[in-house]
């Protein structure tokens, strides 16, 4: 099977790439499952439902988001008419919304996709490894489910490939987000599960992490409150990474970055 994972959505110049792009990722990638995280789309600050609906009919089948996802009130009475949009799994029991969701791609496979968040420097939540354990008592790759996305949005790189590690051989890919810079570890972990520690954002790279520049360089010169923060407004680059997974098992056969447009170099798997 074919995955596509595209990281955090930026503001309009992000949302502009990431929704001109994925109709072509999908056709020339033959991607059966295109997975976006879209917890910056709305002015860098969470999701709206007419966001949700534009990258559905770009062709995303489930959107992942992450510690912004309350951003816009209108969100919270939303989330539950929505199963493909998904909030962290490892918020509090009774947290509208749902954290797992299976979809099921056109040929009848069914792809597990998980949103979970990490705790190192981010608000203190259930642990997302034990988190883990208990979906894959639930999700067995190869076996009641074809394939397993886990979005893991987190702050330090040490979390992160820890999770990849304790996933491996459990998921066919661990992509880590919230950070917005893509790293450049993209591998198959010896167990066979896909890792990168993080995708990158689909946004405007001339800035600071996707926003305007000027405000976070006073923020840090003068340590005084700074103005509203602006997503960056410049051409973004779309950050994504694709997944190649073996039928019978689930596990990745193959993992390449994806980076089309803007500033930083671009990426393309082979053929
Ligand atoms: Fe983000
Ligand atoms: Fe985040």
Redesign the pocket.
Known sequence: MRLLHLG?VLGQSGRKAALDTLPMLRDRLSVDIAVVNV?NSAHGFGVTAKICKEFYDAGADVLTT???IWDQREIIAYIDEDEKLLRPWNFPDGTPGKGDYVFKTRSGKKVCVVNMMGRLYMDPLACPFQGANKLFSKYRLGKNVDAMIIDF?AETTSEKMAFGHHCDGRASLVVG??THVPTADAQILPGGTGYQTDVGMCGDFDSVIGMKKENSIRKFLTKMPAGRFEPAEGTATVCGVFVETDDATGLAKRIEPVRIGGRLKGSWPSA
């Open positions: 955090d917890e992450g510690n912004h949005h987000t919230h």
